[in-house]
Structures are given as C-alpha cells and as structure tokens.
C-alpha cells in the first residue's frame, strides 16, 4: 500500500495506530465539552464561551488530523534509543 497513491477516503479507512487513537479520542472528548460550553442553558461569562469555542476547535482539528494518519505495512516498533541516522545492521 503506498501512501502516495491513497485518496481521502481510503486513509481515514486505513488502519490508524494506536497513538493517534488516543489523540482522536482526546480531540473528541474536547469537541464535546467545548461544545456543552457553548449551548449550556445558563448565561456564561464571555471569556467561557470564548474557551468552549477554542476547545471545539482544537478538538476538531486534532481528531481530523488523528484519523487521517494511517499505518503503513512496513511499520516496526522502534526502540527509545535507536539511532535513526545510522544504516540498520543485519
């Protein structure tokens, strides 16, 4: 599968990996108080409304961009200390 040749629709069907499924998790979780801010049913100080609109947005866009990485089939763990400029010795 080569990632260049993948349209849209394809990627955001395409395996995503698991740490941006925590930051797709976190950005809806955001989208969703940001957006309970704004239709709550009581008056709220400007500066709280004015949060709960950054929030929805920050959220949005950290889900859009989570769900659109994908994981490619040549993708191995990598070790913490790996050193990424020298040649893999085999």
């Known amino acids: ?13 395409a ?3 698991k740490w941006f499924k925590i930051i797709r998790t976190i ?7 940001g957006g309970a801010i704004l239709t709550a049913p009581i008056a709220l100080p400007a ?4 949060v709960g609109g950054y929030l929805i947005l920050g959220g949005t866009v950290a889900t859009a961009i989570s769900q659109t990485a994908m994981q490619t089939d040549n ?7 790996e050193n990424f400029n020298e040649p893999k010795k085999e």
């Open 75 to 81: 993708d191995e763990e990598t070790k913490p200390n």
């Open 15 to 17: 395996p995503t990996p």
């Open 1 to 13: 599968m080569k990632s260049s040749s993948l349209n849209l629709v394809e990627r955001v069907k």
């Open 27 to 33: 950005g809806i979780t955001l989208t969703a108080v």
């Open 47 to 50: 500066t709280i409304v004015t």
